[in-house]
């Protein structure tokens, strides 16, 4: 066992946030049992930060708010927890996030999302306004512990010093002036494992592109063809850039194709006949770290029809709620685009190793840059050419490059 200081404690959650959430400046709190570790960020590096020995276990002991709280208690409280945040004026950034690490940031999301009827149970990188806090506190400040017990996503084994916890958050806003609050469900034991990681394997401690390092880690794991895979990402992306007048999209949904490519076949390690539909569970469920809940549902969507359209895969209400008419004609964009490219390496063999994509009036081209003759994969391709036109509205003319132009 090592013991560490409160500064170290600060900087080890520091790197648990931020390796896995994608925010560039913010103020971080880990709000533990006797102590809270504060963090000032900016640019992705570190400022300031402080430990200071209030926590929801000794605060509640020292103000005795087990059961309820009364006004001139939690008036007490405050002045208490301010007095204390008033030492660090770098505190005061107004419009930073607040991210929040540790049980009580994560209990105040899991009650958010269940009175919401949020349909994920995913706490890591979930994010509501400081309004929807206040409304919470409000309402939870004026509770008993026999009313607290029977609250949902409230366990009965915190919700004797939650009283505490949510009112040090409080603080916290007030302090910051944060509009937002985001939880992370990634801290310490993140922390630690970067730092080891790091010093292991010589790599940089904090990671440049944190959606890039979390994917590459997923397809590690369940991708057994990566260059099959890095092959249609290749070949996709320069669908996406060559025909950007076409589909008319912003270029934010490059970085979710091109992680549905990347991953698009990682179903085959459960089922090979239906691996889109299990390609699409794992994204959802995997650790991507730098997209939002609903990015991800719709990199998951983007893998799960690159075989083709069926809507029966996401029936399920976590799909329905989070994505809109115009998303699932974002998603019927890019999975066209995707199954194209698979087409175009039917047989795995990279035979097709070029692509240009063009516009020609009002006909989309394709011309394709091979080694010998692909005849299967032209054949392939010939089977989406309707989709494309019920899609895009126009006739997809795809076109093999003569040996002169080679």
Not at 100 to 112: D, F, L, S
Not at 162 to 180: F, H, N, Q, R
Not at 215 to 236: A, C, F, G, K, M
Not at 327 to 334: E, M, Q, S
Request: proline share 2%; aromatic share 10%.
């Amino acid at each position: 066992l090592h013991i560490i200081s409160g500064n170290t404690e600060a900087y080890i959650s520091y790197l648990g946030v931020i390796n896995t959430i994608n925010v560039k400046d913010g103020i971080i709190f880990d709000l533990g049992g006797g102590s809270t570790e504060l963090i000032l960020f900016k640019n992705r590096k570190i400022l300031e930060s402080v430990s200071l020995p209030i926590g929801a276990v000794n605060t509640t002991s020292m103000f005795n708010t087990r059961n309820v709280m009364p006004a001139n208690v939690f008036s007490d409280v405050s002045f208490f927890i301010i007095s204390r945040l008033e030492k660090y004026p770098w505190l005061k950034q107004n419009g930073l996030p607040l991210i929040g690490v540790g049980g009580t940031a994560r209990t105040v999301a899991k009650i958010i999302q269940r009175e919401k009827k949020y349909p994920a149970t995913k706490i890591h990188n979930y994010s509501y306004t400081a309004q929807t806090y206040c409304s919470f506190f409000n309402r939870l400040r004026n509770t008993n512990l026999e009313q607290r017990k029977k609250i949902s996503g409230l366990s009965s084994e915190r919700s004797d010093i939650i009283l505490a916890g949510i009112s040090i958050i409080s603080c916290l806003l007030e302090a910051t002036g944060a509009k937002k609050l985001i939880t992370s469900g990634c801290g310490l034991r993140e922390g630690l494992f970067f730092d080891y990681y790091s010093k292991e394997n010589h790599v940089p401690i904090i990671a440049n592109d944190i959606l890039k390092m979390s994917r590459e880690n997923v397809l590690n794991l369940y991708e057994p063809d990566q260059q099959h895979s890095r092959h249609i990402t290749h070949l996709v992306l320069s669908m996406f850039d060559g025909w950007s007048e076409l589909h008319g999209l912003r270029k934010n949904y490059r970085r979710l194709l091109e992680t549905a490519a990347l991953l698009h076949d990682i179903g085959i390690t459960i089922n090979f006949y239906s691996h889109a539909r299990h390609s699409a569970y794992m994204i959802l469920n995997a650790k991507l770290f730098g997209l939002t809940h609903k990015e991800q549902v719709i990199t998951a969507a983007i893998a799960g029809w690159h075989n083709g359209v069926s809507k029966n895969y996401f029936k399920d209400r976590f799909y329905k709620e989070l994505l809109s008419d115009a998303n699932w004609k974002t998603i019927n964009k890019l999975a066209l685009l995707l199954a194209l490219a698979e087409s175009l390496d039917y047989t795995e063999t990279s035979q097709i190793h070029v692509i240009e994509p063009g516009i020609n009036k009002k006909t989309a081209t394709l011309k394709l840059y091979a080694q010998g003759i692909p005849s299967i994969e032209m054949h392939q391709i010939q089977e989406h050419l309707s989709w494309f036109k019920k899609t895009f509205g126009v006739e997809l003319k795809v076109q093999l490059a003569t040996a002169a132009e080679e």
